[in-house]
């Protein structure tokens, strides 16, 4: 899946939960916060845990994802009910 596909979907994944996994192999829960042409911003599921770090935009704190490094990609609701 190309950068350009990825953004459309994560455009349409905006504030849902979602399952990342980038192509290092590591995981991301969370919800979809912001999205632009370079990263995707997820909210941690559970939140930051006090840490200071991270992203404030209109939809909440997050943390970025390069849409480059994404390899997958799936709404959580699948993994969480």
Same mark, same amino acid.
């Given at each position: 899946?190309?950068?350009?596909?990825?953004? &459309? =979907?994560?455009?349409q994944y %905006?504030m849902?939960?979602v399952?990342?996994?980038d192509?290092?192999?590591?995981? %991301?829960v969370? !919800?979809?916060? &912001?999205v632009? !042409?370079r990263?995707?911003?997820?909210?941690? !599921? #559970? #939140? $930051?845990?006090?840490?200071?770090?991270?992203?404030?935009?209109?939809?909440?704190f997050?943390?970025?994802i390069? =849409?480059?490094?994404?390899?997958g990609?799936? =709404?959580a609701g699948? $993994?969480f009910?």
């Amino acid at each position: 899946m190309g950068q350009s596909d990825m953004y &459309n =979907l994560c455009k349409q994944y %905006h504030m849902k939960m979602v399952y990342i996994t980038d192509k290092q192999g590591k995981r %991301h829960v969370g !919800r979809i916060t &912001n999205v632009d !042409r370079r990263m995707v911003y997820i909210q941690p !599921r #559970g #939140g $930051f845990g006090g840490y200071g770090f991270g992203y404030w935009g209109g939809g909440g704190f997050g943390y970025g994802i390069a =849409l480059g490094a994404i390899a997958g990609i799936a =709404l959580a609701g699948a $993994f969480f009910w």
